[in-house]
């Protein structure tokens, strides 16, 4: 039976050498258990930091984006607006173009145009990177269909809810990460076991070694949910993972039995 619950790793994990031979003679998948918890806890600054960038920028492209476009139609696979060609869509801190209408043909790039998306009467372009474009052709499109500002702002305010569908994946995403990351670390487990001489199965190192990142794992939640940063972090991150799982390892190591002393007195030695 189980002496610590699932919530002491976080803590135990640092120092405790009762704690790591309870993890590997009792836990056994209450580890994954364990795992996953910890993943959506470590989760949560990283929730409120995409949850609320989420939300300003859907208040800022409401108030500053969304309140320069046009009205779009499209029509037998041509597109038109209720504004003279050209027309911009500006950022609004810089100013700088982020949608170019050219239904006229003005333009036939985005660089041209100076803006990250060029919109003609038969196709949109968007500026992957400095070398790359790609173009989205509109003829495909032959039912009538119009949008406005209005419109654009209803389904701006549904960007909102998008970390509802993002959650559970990044919870997934992440899971999966830390089980391999257990699994690669069990194979250094298996090394420090040979040499430390401690019989541990790999299966049971795994479970140490679940317990081992959890350490550095912390420390690097913290780190970031106060906006702290340290170069080449994965590289310390790793050692401190590897020392946290010696050190487990270690701790399973059975103490050796002294050798049973004479049962009686010693007997009197005549000269």
């Known amino acids: 039976m189980r002496k610590y619950g699932v919530m002491h790793p976080i803590v135990l994990s640092f120092f405790s050498k009762d704690f790591y031979r309870d993890v590997a003679k009792n836990w056994g998948f ?6 996953l918890i910890f993943v959506i806890l470590c989760s949560i600054p990283i929730i409120i930091k995409i949850d609320s960038g989420l939300r300003k920028a859907v208040e800022i492209g409401v108030k500053e984006i969304v ?11 041509e597109l038109s607006i209720n504004k003279p060609s050209p027309y ?13 209408f050219a239904t006229e043909g003005e333009f036939s790039s985005p660089e041209e145009a100076k803006s990250m998306i060029l919109v003609t009467k038969t196709s949109v372009i968007m500026e992957q990177n400095s070398r790359e474009t790609r173009a989205y052709d509109l003829s495909e499109i032959q039912k009538e269909f119009s949008f406005d500002k209005e419109d654009i702002r209803k389904w701006a305010g549904y960007i909102k809810y998008l970390i509802y569908i993002v959650t559970p994946l990044l919870w997934i995403w992440v899971y999966i990460v830390r089980i391999l990351q257990a699994l690669l670390l069990a194979i250094v487990g298996l090394i420090f076991a040979k040499i430390l001489k401690s019989g541990l199965t790999y299966g049971k ?3 140490l070694a679940i317990m081992a990142n959890t350490p550095g794992i912390v420390v690097k939640t913290l780190l970031s949910s106060v906006g702290a940063s340290i170069q ?4 310390m991150g790793l050692i401190i993972s590897c020392g946290f799982m010696f050190f487990a390892v270690r701790s399973n190591i059975e103490p050796d039995t002294p050798p049973p002393g004479p049962s009686g007195p010693e007997p009197n030695v005549v000269s």
């Open 30 to 35: 209450a580890s994954f258990v364990y795992l």
């Open 67 to 77: 309140s320069q476009f046009p009205a779009v139609t499209i029509k037998n696979g």
């Open 88 to 100: 911009f869509i500006k950022a609004p801190d810089t100013s700088r173009r982020i949608i170019a």
């Open 205 to 207: 190192l795994i479970l």
């Open 232 to 235: 080449l972090w994965w590289l």
